[in-house]
T-cell receptor
């Protein structure tokens, strides 16, 4: 079992609310990622981080923001949720060089009503 | 920019048979890593197998093996003796600092 955790697993929230999706790992990994998974299961990279105080936008434009104040924690925030933000969000982490495998959280299924 | 293409949205295979999932990619780099990940229904994504581009020998992990053709930029996954527990979404991935996934192939195992 991978030591990477996402909370909450499921979230139903009203339009306009601010939300934070949590992602934590206890493996000391430098690299962390957020993916948005669409209904067809395709994975879109929305944010990534190489380490503390490093954050980059991914290939899919997103209204969300991230922070990396601690190695183990990579939260994703939506200041004002909208129905278009409804999706599955996956967090992943890995360490070392390019040959290291990524470990994934169980995902957060967000529904904005 | 790197791209990864999986041309088979869905596949089905009879239990105990062999199936091959296709993946092609594009990159200008010479040294890189390729992965196959598996996402079972309602469960976490996990690693199936990895291949280092500088290694000519195809990677093998038990019933899973790859056919890596660097010149053709092809990286297919072969599953032998398919089992019901192999049913999942399979993602091919190109990895450097980012992890770029293909669109995935949903594999059904027929009893």
């Amino acid at each position: 079992e991978a030591d990477i955790y996402q909370t909450p697993r499921y979230l139903v929230i009203g339009t306009g609310k601010k939300i934070t999706l949590e992602c934590s790992q206890t493996m000391g990994h430098d690299k962390m990622y957020w993916y948005q998974q669409d209904p067809g299961m395709e994975l879109h990279l929305i944010h990534y981080s190489y380490g503390v105080n490093s954050t980059e936008k991914g290939d899919l434009s997103s209204e969300s923001t991230v922070s990396r104040i601690r190695t183990e924690h990579f939260p994703l925030t939506l200041e004002s949720a909208r129905p278009s933000h409804t999706s599955q969000y996956l967090c992943a982490s890995r360490g070392g060089g390019g040959n290291t495998e990524a470990f994934f959280g169980q995902g957060t299924r967000l529904t904005v009503v | 920019a790197q791209t990864v293409t999986q041309s088979q949205p869905e596949m089905s295979v009879q239990e105990a048979e062999t199936v091959t999932l296709s993946c092609t990619y594009d990159t200008s780099e010479s040294d890189y890593y390729l992965f196959w990940y598996k996402q079972p229904p309602s469960r976490q994504m996990i690693l199936v197998i990895r291949q280092e581009a500088y290694k000519q020998q195809n990677a093998t992990e038990n019933r899973f093996s790859v056919n890596f053709q660097k010149a053709a930029k092809s990286f297919s996954l072969k599953i032998s003796d398919s089992q019901l527990g192999d049913a999942a979404m399979y993602f091919c991935a190109f990895q450097d600092d980012k992890i770029i996934f293909g669109k995935g192939t949903r594999l059904h195992i027929l009893p």
